[in-house]
């Protein structure tokens, strides 16, 4: 099946610092890529929806400026959380797929990130 | 609004035992429906689909779902229940008039007993 590598798999830095997180699609290109936060014991929520070479799509309430998202080829997206504080702790799962077809989403192992 | 219900927070069975997650949907046209696993600090892995078709699809290590339209249901569902199937479950629907926005479903934790 397809494979999608994000990396790192876990994160701990200070407050302020920036961190970004990588997602690939190994063996596919992948049209359109998300980003989902997800919460202890809870679903995923969405954060935004990046098509290869345009600008992210975020979902209300998500900061862009805060959570910038980058997809420059069809088989890498990267997460940027600038100026991470505490509150910004959590598990980010990157996913990959092919826009308008009826193939399920591939998604990456995720990225547990922890600000002190 | 498209939405996916799975009413139960968590399923309990013994090993061995069938068990189902429920999964409800509620979207315009024909849907495109998936359940997915997520094991501890991982992210999801695709379990099975519907697309169009037979009602009864099949997918990894031995689950299945049954389609059915009348009740916008989605059932995950496995004969004989394992200790390794103990994991967290979501229920997906993307609309297939276009677009690319998937719903998941809250999920469902899933204990298997031995």
């Known amino acids: 099946g397809a494979v999608v590598s994000q990396h790192p798999s876990w994160v701990i830095c200070k407050s302020g610092t920036s961190v970004k997180i990588e997602c690939r699609s190994l063996?596919?290109?992948?049209?359109?890529m998300f980003w989902y936060r997800q919460f202890p014991k809870q679903s995923l929520m969405l954060m935004a929806t990046?098509?290869?070479?345009?600008?992210?799509?975020?979902e209300q309430g998500v900061e862009k400026d805060k959570f910038l998202i980058n997809h420059a080829s069809l088989t890498l997206s990267t997460l940027t959380v600038t100026s991470a504080h505490p509150e910004d702790s959590s598990f980010y799962i990157c996913?990959?797929?092919?826009?308008?077809?009826?193939?399920?989403?591939?998604f990456g192992d995720g990225t547990r990130l922890s600000i002190l | 609004a498209q939405s996916v219900a799975q009413p139960e927070d968590q399923v309990n069975v013994a090993e061995g035992n069938p068990l189902t997650v429920k999964c409800t949907y509620s979207?315009?046209?024909?849907?495109?429906l998936f359940w997915y696993v997520q094991y501890p600090n991982r992210g999801l892995q695709f379990l099975l689909k519907?697309?169009?078709?037979?009602?009864l699809v099949k997918g990894s290590y031995g689950f299945e779902a049954e389609f059915n339209k009348s009740q916008t249901s989605f059932h995950l569902k496995k004969p004989s229940a394992l200790v390794s199937d103990s994991a967290l479950y979501f229920c997906?629907?993307?609309?297939?008039?276009?677009?690319?926005?998937?719903?998941f479903g809250a999920g469902t934790r899933l204990f298997v007993k031995a």
């Open positions: 996913s990959a797929g092919i826009r308008d077809s009826n193939q399920p989403q591939h």
């Open positions: 979207v315009s046209g024909n849907p495109y």
């Open positions: 063996d596919f290109q992948a049209t359109t």
């Open positions: 519907y697309i169009t078709g037979d009602n």
């Open positions: 997906a629907v993307r609309d297939n008039t276009g677009g690319f926005k998937t719903i």
């Open positions: 990046s098509n290869e070479g345009s600008k992210a799509t975020y």
